[in-house]
């Protein structure tokens, strides 16, 4: 598989011309601006030809607010992408840019920073008791791979802290932990290696660190909103499989992807 990086300049304000009032955080914003400028028609089903992409926060910082800078991985070369876009295409997309992707040799270490939704099932709730269907059985739901871990290890009353500030600063520790521990799961699933096989890539041991998070509430269609965490997650890692590892890039990490969750970026993508 041959990517290409793919950096794009959208115009926001008529990015928001594509949702309805109300329909404004980044990553519905960003979904369904692309959705809108490769659709073949205003009828069609949106096809958008990036693997993963995501808002690019390390360029055009300073610049003109109207504008949105967007990155992505695809598997389309610029000339390919053009062709591709749709009625709209040219008022959304100011900018389009590509260049390849080098292919990485087993071993080798990369920078890399990605913006993640680090989510888990579980059917535990804390203290409350978790929701059930028809037949009295524990529904799972999509929780916080933090806030899952907590529940699998506060068995009465989480810990107490007696010093102004001492807890954030712990919280946000064992965030960094925890989610570097999802992100190890995900690099060890993801892409398209053989079963038993090596994983993707690895962690570089001591390498990660937590530069962001908050909690994003996230508009979905039919008007509902859900929140889930939103963390940026930057360190090293090496390359175990390559192929497998291509894909990975391909594919992104964890769930909401096609909202601008996901990316992994690598070496000068960084």
């Excluded at 519905?28 to 089903?45: N, R, V």
């Excluded at 390390?58 to 695809?74: A, N």
């Excluded at 709730?125 to 524990?138: L, N, S, T, V």
């Excluded at 892409?191 to 996230?218: I, N, Q, Y």
């Amino acid at each position: 598989m041959k990517l290409h990086l793919v950096r794009l300049a959208m115009d926001r304000r008529a990015l928001a011309r594509t949702v309805r009032r109300g329909a404004w955080d980044e990553g519905y914003l960003l979904h369904a601006g692309l959705s809108a400028a490769f659709a073949a028609s205003p009828e069609a089903k949106p096809e958008i030809p990036l693997d993963s992409f995501c808002l690019d926060d390390t360029f055009g910082r300073g610049s003109d607010e109207g504008t949105l800078f967007v990155l992505g991985y695809s598997r389309c070369h610029e000339g390919e992408l053009r062709d591709a876009l749709g009625p709209r295409g040219e008022e959304l997309v100011l900018e389009l840019a590509t260049r390849s992707m080098p292919a990485f040799a087993a071993g080798t270490e990369l920078r890399f920073r990605a913006r993640v939704c680090p989510v888990t099932r579980t059917k535990r709730a804390g203290r409350a008791e978790p929701r059930r269907d028809g037949k009295g059985r524990a529904r799972s739901r999509e929780v916080d791979a933090w806030l899952a871990a907590r529940f699998e290890e506060w068995t009465e009353q989480p810990p107490r802290f007696e010093e102004p500030f001492a807890r954030s600063a712990w919280e946000w520790t064992d965030r960094e932990r925890v989610y570097g521990e999802w992100l190890a799961r995900e690099l060890q699933a993801g892409g398209e290696r053989e079963k038993d096989g090596p994983p993707a890539a690895s962690l570089v041991d001591g390498s990660l660190h937590l530069e962001s998070f908050r909690r994003a509430r996230m508009h979905r269609r039919g008007g509902g909103r859900i929140e889930r965490p939103d963390a940026l997650l930057v360190g090293s890692l090496k390359v175990e499989d390559p192929g497998a590892f291509t894909a990975l890039l391909a594919r992104g990490l964890g769930r909401h992807r096609a909202f601008g969750f996901g990316m992994l970026r690598v070496g000068s993508a960084v």
